[in-house]
């Protein structure tokens, strides 16, 4: 892949998440560069059981010394350095932004790593760039996260030449050694859990299963949105009510979606800009309506899923 096309495939990658750089992206931006976490648990808003396994897993981390060597329970779990987390559950759910916010949490930088950059960009040296991938986190001391894992650890790729899947069989190979010993936070994220490859699903620590919002995460997330500065004319607590009852059904980034579409429209009326309820419910019925119909494109075309066909349109 040239640089050219590796700047395009970065800049696109971070639309599809979400993950629009503080930097501006230039070109010489190397591969799987660590970034520094703009967020901490604190900034995401996840139900009482994921967030109990998340601060599991903090705290192995955190206290590994006392656990590990002042205990000794490293005599009979010696690779137990690392800690190795998967996050499976449909789109927009967070996962992406908690990978960044445990990075955030534990002080630490993430990279991240996208199948389709170790797909193409490492092609003929895919296995000694993956210990690359865990040595460079290691020395950063950066999180390490891989998205659209089950493509990266299932059974199959979806690739075109014998080549490329050879390369990918290398790689997998090396992926689980360097899973083994690694010391350092590795997440894993997919919208399919069941797709592993059951050699890496043992060296997985925890299996932590994102779920569509609850009414009070809904509240939380639509608080959160409402960012301090948009002027709103109705009571706050109604507003969000009300919000919380319309997007039953909806993930997070549906939620920042109906946000994103919201948020012009006062600006386009006479006087002075305020954002009323009936713009969000414009918004939410908008939404709906992109939802219902990429869901009919869907079930017409086997292989556009959801997800893609969203983040495609756009409305990621
Ligand atoms: N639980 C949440 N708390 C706060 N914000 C959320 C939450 N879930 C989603 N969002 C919002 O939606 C955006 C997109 O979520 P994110 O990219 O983390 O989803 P994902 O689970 O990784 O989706 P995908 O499976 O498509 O990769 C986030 O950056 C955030 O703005
Ligand atoms: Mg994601």
Not at 48 to 54: C, D, G, N, P, T
Not at 97 to 116: D, N, Q, V, W
């Amino acid at each position: 892949m040239s640089s050219k096309e590796y700047l395009y495939s970065r800049i696109r990658q971070q639309f599809r998440e979400g993950l629009e750089s503080p930097e501006p992206v230039d070109e010489k931006t190397t591969a799987h560069q660590a970034i520094a976490a703009r967020y901490t648990l604190n900034d995401v808003v996840l139900g009482a059981s994921i967030r109990r396994q998340l601060e599991e897993a903090l705290a192995k981390i955190k206290y590994f010394q006392k656990i590990y060597v002042e205990w000794g329970f490293a005599s009979v779990d010696p690779a137990g350095k690392g800690v190795v987390l998967n996050f499976y559950g449909p789109p927009g759910t967070g996962k992406t932004l908690t990978a960044e916010a445990l990075a955030g949490s534990l002080g630490k930088p993430l990279m991240f790593i996208s199948i389709s950059d170790l797909e193409s960009k490492f092609m003929g040296d895919t296995s000694k760039n993956i210990v690359q991938v865990f040595k460079t986190a290691l020395a950063e001391g950066a999180v390490l996260f891989f998205d659209e894992a089950d493509t990266l650890l299932g059974k199959r790729l979806s690739s075109v030449t014998q080549g490329i899947d050879n390369e990918v069989n290398a790689m997998r190979s090396t992926l689980l050694i360097e899973l083994e010993r690694h010391e350092g936070v590795v997440v894993f994220a997919t919208n399919f859990g069941k797709n592993y490859d059951a050699a890496f699903v043992s060296r997985i620590s925890q299996h932590i299963k994102f779920e569509l919002p609850g009414a009070e995460e809904r509240r939380s997330i639509w608080s959160k949105m409402l960012v301090a500065g948009i002027p709103i004319e109705a009571s706050r607590d109604e507003l969000l009510e009300a919000l919380t009852e319309l997007s039953d059904g909806f993930s997070g980034r549906e939620i920042r979606s109906c946000m994103r579409l919201a948020l012009p429209k006062p600006l386009l009326e006479q006087g002075e800009p305020i954002l009323l309820l009936r713009h969000l419910e414009e918004a939410i019925a908008q939404m709906r309506t992109t939802i219902v119909e990429l869901t009919a494109e869907q079930r017409s075309n086997g292989n556009i899923k959801l997800d893609a066909a969203r983040k495609m349109l756009g409305v990621n």
